[in-house]
């Protein structure tokens, strides 16, 4: 069966800090892989997706960037973190070609302070 | 912009039905999705109904979806307080509602 893993859960960091947010998917291969924000409040904004390694579509510009160095692991970083940048990050996956039913990760909540 | 749209909040007592409403935007959508986050978690697919359809029942769970009027609902029948979560409607360009929050009371 297929699975998900997004880590940390939780992360602390103050402004101008760096970031890496992993997530890997196990079970399947060639997946479609997103990065998705969500504010207090406030639904899901798309950030990235990528349909195979090192392909990487944008979705809003901003101060955060995504790679994808194997089919199945897809990091989002930046390079100085701002208080903007506070959120629940979730990461998902879904079949290529498919229905596009998405399958979610934990998240991870973000505090820049 | 294009947005997904859907009430914030909606509180039923348990044992009733409830009804959560979404507008979408994109009428080329080829499935339509309903999922449900549960505090401090991911999301999870609930149910979806595929474009050519104007009706899904799936247990206590009925969506019916307007094609018209871009509109979409999820029926959740004899609701019961784990129920009590965050449900999304989404399209099928990764464009998601803000998200109703169902709260159930005994």
């Known amino acids: 069966s297929q699975t998900i893993h997004q880590w940390p859960a939780t992360l602390v960091q103050p402004v101008g800090s760096p970031l890496s947010l992993e997530c890997t998917v196990e079970g399947t291969s060639n997946p479609n892989l997103y990065w998705y924000r969500q504010a207090a409040g406030r639904g899901l904004q798309l950030l990235f997706y990528?349909?195979?390694?090192?392909?990487i579509s944008s979705e809003v510009p901003q101060n955060l960037s995504a790679s994808r160095p194997q089919d199945r692991q897809f990091i989002l970083s930046s390079k100085k973190l701002l208080l903007s940048d506070s959120g629940f990050y979730l990461c998902a996956w879904s079949v290529s070609g498919g229905r596009n039913i998405q399958y979610f990760g934990a998240g991870t909540r973000l505090s820049v302070l | 912009g294009e947005d997904v749209e859907q009430s914030l909040f909606l509180s039923v007592r348990e044992g009733d039905s409830s009804v959560i409403n979404c507008t979408y935007t994109?009428?080329?959508?080829?499935?339509l999705y309903w999922y449900k986050q549960e505090p401090g978690a991911g999301l999870q697919l609930l149910t979806y109904?595929?474009?050519?359809?104007d009706m899904k029942q799936d247990q206590r769970l009925t969506v019916l979806l307007n094609k018209k009027d871009k509109h979409l609902s999820l029926r959740i029948a004899d609701t019961q307080t784990g129920d009590s979560a965050i449900y999304f409607c989404a399209e099928s360009n990764m464009r998601f509602g803000a998200g109703t929050r169902l709260t159930v009371k005994p």
């Open positions: 994109d009428s080329s959508s080829t499935y």
């Open positions: 109904i595929f474009s050519n359809m």
């Open positions: 990528s349909v195979g390694i090192g392909q």
